[in-house]
Nanobody
Framework: QVQLVESGGGLVQAGGSLRLSCAAS????????MGWFRQAPGKEREFVAG????????LYADSVKGRFTISRDNAKNTVYLQMNSLKPEDTAVYHC?????????????????WGQGTQVTVSS
């Protein structure tokens, strides 16, 4: 069992930055690939970024490539999402998720555990 708690969301102007954190409970955090997803009002949840269990392999949605960076610290049971050059279209609730597969995938059905989410709002 893995419990996930996101933090770091907030209101920021376009062009600004935020860093999201996702703290995981449980001793097996380092055995899971981790992903970040987001859901904007009236839209389906979409994949944003993922990272393998070692942190060596990362995967990004085209819409955030070059602006967002996912990383993890297995000693702290935490995964991060550094978001730079934010745009109004990045406004959404951001969720982290854990996948028992060792490498991240885009499909949300693959992920076993989910956090409650943190709101990110980017003003123009």
């Amino acid at each position: 069992q893995v419990q996930l708690v996101e933090s770091g969301g907030g209101l920021v102007q376009a062009g600004g930055s935020l860093r999201l954190s996702c703290a995981a409970s449980g001793r097996t955090f380092s055995s899971y690939a981790m992903g970040w997803f987001r859901q904007a009002p009236g839209k389906e949840r979409e994949f944003v970024a993922g990272i393998s269990y070692t942190g060596r392999y990362t995967l990004y949605a085209d819409s955030v490539k070059g602006r967002f960076t996912i990383s993890r610290d297995n000693a702290k049971n935490t995964v991060y999402l550094q978001m730079n050059s934010l745009k109004p279209e990045d406004t959404a609730v951001y969720h982290c998720a854990a996948d028992s597969q060792l490498v991240p995938v885009v499909a949300e059905a693959s992920y076993d555990y989910w956090g409650q989410g943190t709101q990110v709002t980017v003003s123009s």
